[in-house]
């Protein structure tokens, strides 16, 4: 069905992202909000979940330079980001941050630290493939992403 | 003074809380995709003060003072004429982690004051905790959603928000909703 080149590349990177795990279901639950009256929701969504990641991320790095840690601050900051993270569907950045509480909890600063180092890369690396992503498709215009049921 | 309101008696108006902005845009989304008006807020002061109830009618220990206040207060389409849409409010729902008033505080303010106490308190959490959800429904919720919300679960408050808008609730009938909506985790 996918006749354009562009669509199918979309709808390529669009499956990777689940088959490869850095999305999970949330994420279509954001495409099935789509509609001609707010055709870049999902990328409006996604672009709050930077603005507040960069955010978190800042004040995590922080928290986690002070001595000694403040794991009841870190478990905070940390519940806000798992939480977003799981409004948009980002799951491998949802499993660090899970992770990352219960080092917490159980106050293990290295487990935290060394978490938090892998949290930041999956972020990363999630964020470029999205704005990728997105980036291909306000190329194709102002269409439905390739996948959208209907 | 005008209102931009519709005052099409099948609309409901459902006053969102949260504190977090990305998911106040969802829940905003999802409410609307489901026909209903909606009013987020960022706080349960905030949304006390939407309902026209004062702070201090309420019952004390609170602390809001440690509201962001860089956060956008409310966002609604809507003209702020709060003791018109204070009346018109049919359902509330609000997430239970918030800095200051949490959900569940909102929920023993609104089911205190005489004015709100029939209106349908929903809440959300991210987290799946049985205590804390059967002290929510004990005490007054209508229902308690395990976040991300979905759209399924937002269909499912419809039949709440035909009864709040009933002026005749008979308190008899209120049902409480053990019933947990577990997203895929």
Sequence with gaps: ?150 | MGMAIDRDDTQFHVLAVDDSLIDRKLIERLLKTSSFQVTAVDSGSKALEFLGLNNNDADDDEEDEQRDSNTESVSSDEDQDHQDLGLGVNLIITDYCMPGMTGYDLLKKIKKSSSFKDIPVVIMSSENIPSRISRCLEDGAEEFLLKPVQLSDVNKLRPHLVKGRSKDIDSSHKTTSTRLITSGN
């Design chain 1, 1 to 150: 069905m996918e006749r354009n080149p562009m669509r199918r590349q979309l709808a390529s990177m669009r499956k990777s992202l689940f088959d490869q795990g850095y999305l999970d279901e949330q994420f279509m639950e954001l495409e099935q909000l789509l509609d001609d009256a707010n055709p870049n929701f999902v990328e409006e969504v996604v672009t709050l979940y930077y603005r507040d990641s960069a955010r978190l991320i800042l004040n995590l790095d922080r928290a986690l330079e002070r001595r000694p840690l403040d794991f009841s601050k870190l478990d905070g900051l940390m519940h806000q980001f798992k939480g977003s993270s799981s409004s948009i569907g980002a799951k491998k950045v949802k499993a660090e941050s899970t992770l990352f509480r219960e080092y917490c909890k159980s106050g293990n600063a290295e487990g935290c630290m060394r978490t938090f180092q892998q949290l930041k890369k999956e972020y990363a690396t999630l964020r470029k493939k999205l704005e990728t992503y997105f980036q291909l498709a306000r190329q194709i215009g102002p269409m439905e992403s390739a996948n959208r049921p209907k």
